[in-house]
């Protein structure tokens, strides 16, 4: 049901509220989710801040719950509780005291961004019912979302299993918060034994699933203040609820789309957070056939098949709210003026997502010819200035599986013109996307430069490169472990599986499936870092070229459509591409961009027939709006120069020089020039992009 017919229902959702006072009630047992954030340190470590802060502490935080009025508000306790008692429940009660449309996301009240595989850090108060009368202790708390962009929970019985975002309920008692506490007083008492004491909340997580695709998507944090309630029905029919629950709600963007068309939960485990899964679980995508989309057919998969994974049949529960497209809610946030720079003012495509794929740039793309390096005008340009710069990032130094589900990270100091870029890097690609040929020049000086790995389609050959995806199958390449999920593994001619060994890749990506390219260097005591499963080394170096001649056809109807050619740091792959790595966010948390990540030439949903460049690192994120159309009919060449020089006049960090180019422009088989590289480097007229914060 959309938005604007809900209004009779919500109307007698208010009157059932006002039947029942005792929900705004003032009690000891209230608990809400206070702050939410990618980094551990903001949500406990330095709480202090946003705890003890008044209203100073209000913005500390990445995200908040829906109307969050702030620490500092005297009366949170009493107006910010939202309790549903049993006879509440059974007659399900609204499950939010806020929705969407009233979550006031503005000022220092923020939403969440986040990418699939992220972990997200939340805090809550035990309010005495850990240390003082111990009931909280076995009770558990879960994060619910529908899986469905715009589409709300509204009431209990539809927090089933299914719901779990991750899969997994938590114990209440995290094992470390607790107030002190002596002799039925908290005046003067002391810290109990493994307690945090006062003015520190309790800590959990939940992780935003793999396969989430690009959108808002709203979350319900849900504690069930009793033990004896039975989560194998819907609570509308359990007869088990014998005190209270407590719910927060709040949205989560997801920004980027993750390695399925539909967003399942990717684990059903409904134990504490500390113990084992059962079996591992992954979603559909690992199993399913790709859907095709007007490309070339993929080669035959392996015949042998991979273990049978269990998947997730989800259950069919009616949703009380759908959030319609037409309507202004539920759309990202717009970026920030600093985060979006001035664009050449004719190759923006503007036509929506489902208009007829916009025409290429007013610049023609001659067929290909026999080519040799010669400098002509780009069909489009990005130049970032202001690459590198000192700083840190969270060096993955252990998963400790299956011990403890941890993601042990260490903080790594980088400086240079162009870190964290002149570490080694590999090439991500995502379909719809046809490939023709690849190549990799690196430089001491950029004077003279020499290729060390190349692809071709047309002769099937690949020189010091391997393709790469995360589908890790023990019967292959690569594990599969039950903290972790599937690690980088060979990829199969298509890229839709694991295979025995590297092959070939035949040059097509069918919509949705992923692949990412490393040198054929294998990583070799300790050479790489932290690594799981198959490990290769990427290309590193403070000056390096990248050239991938790609075309990005149209999905026709029932997919993605959203094809992206990137670079990420190697250790991002090695570890967990969508899950546990040196990432980190954008602009947000203890690491922000970490160990970086640069969009070459991303297709996002808004604009299917534009292609958008963004920047990551441990100074933040700076990007583009669509700055080129998107090549659908003819293959052109992209070519990424990363260099510690600098052409800018007001930077000396190094340099990102991305260019689109027609085919007949580029030479695969024979290095450029330095007199054709500085003139590349040179070249100014595109979108232009300040990155030295």
Known sequence: MRLGQVVSQ????????????????????????????????????????WVLGGTNGNGVCEGYAYKFPGRGDQS????????????????????????????????????????????????????????????????????????????????????????????????????????????GDFSGGTIPSGRAGDFKPCVGSFTIPTNAKAGTYQMVWYWTFYKNADFETNFATSNGAGGAAYSSCFDVVVDGSGDDSNNTTATVQLVQESAVLAAPVTTPAYTTEPANCGVEEPSEPATTTPAPIPTI????????????????????????????????????????????????????????????????????AVTINGVGGTGAY?????????????????????????????????????GPLNVDDLAVFTSAD??????????????????????????????????????????????TADGTIAAGSAATFNGVLEDGVEINVMSGITCEGGSCGYSRGVAHEGWKGANKIFMIKAQMPHCPTGGKDVPSIWLLNGQIVRTAQYGCNCRGMGDQGKWKGGCGELDVAEVLPENVNGITSTIYSFKGSRGTNSYAAR?????????????????????????????????????FSTPPSADVVSQWLAYSKGVNVNFDI
């Not at 003026?337 to 794929?357: H, N, Q």
Request: with cysteine.
């Open 313 to 380: 049949e989800s259950t069919e529960i009616p949703l009380a709210k759908v959030i319609p497209a037409t309507e202004s809610v539920y759309q990202k946030d717009p970026a920030p003026e600093s985060a979006v720079v001035t664009e050449s003012p004719t190759l923006a495509p503007t036509e929506s997502p489902t208009s007829s794929p916009a025409p290429l740039p007013s610049q023609t793309i001659p067929p290909p010819a026999n080519s040799s390096y010669a400098f002509s005008e780009p069909l489009a």
């Open 446 to 491: 950029t004077k003279q430069w020499t290729r060390i790995s190349s692809y071709s389609k047309q002769a099937a050959s690949a020189d010091n490169l391997v393709f790469m995806n995360n589908k890790g199958d023990p019967l292959r390449s690569g594990i599969f472990d039950m903290c972790n999920g599937n690690s980088q593994s060979y990829a």
């Open 76 to 183: 949170i306790g009493t107006d910010y509780t939202w309790k549903l008692l049993p006879e509440q429940i059974h007659q399900d009660a609204p499950v939010c005291q806020y929705h969407h449309d009233q979550a006031d996301y503005t000022g220092w009240r923020h939403v969440v961004h986040g990418k699939p595989g992220d972990k997200l850090y939340l805090a809550y108060f035990s309010n005495g019912h850990i240390v003082k009368d111990k009931a909280g202790s076995g009770t558990t708390w879960g994060v619910y979302w529908s899986g469905q962009e715009g589409v709300e929970l509204t009431k209990p019985s539809e927090l089933t299993k299914e719901r779990l975002v991750d899969g997994k309920l938590n114990d209440f008692d995290d094992g470390n918060c607790g107030q002190t506490f002596v002799d």
């Open 394 to 430: 969270g060096k993955v130094t252990d998963m400790q599986c299956p011990s403890s589900n941890t993601c042990a990270q260490s903080e790594f100091a980088v400086s240079g013109p162009s870190a964290p870029f002149d570490e080694d890097l590999t090439l991500a690609l995502r």
């Open 10 to 49: 919500l109307n007698l959702g208010l009157a059932v509220l006002a039947a029942f006072t005792q929900w705004t009630t003032n009690v000891h047992g209230h608990s809400w989710v206070d702050c939410i954030d990618h980094s551990y340190d903001v949500v406990y470590t330095n709480s202090d801040k």
């Open 631 to 667: 090549p659908t009919d003819t293959p052109v060449v992209f070519v990424v120069i990363l260099t510690e020089q600098s052409t800018s006049s007001y930077s000396n960090l190094g340099m990102a020089q991305i260019l689109m180019l027609n085919a007949d422009q580029v030479d």
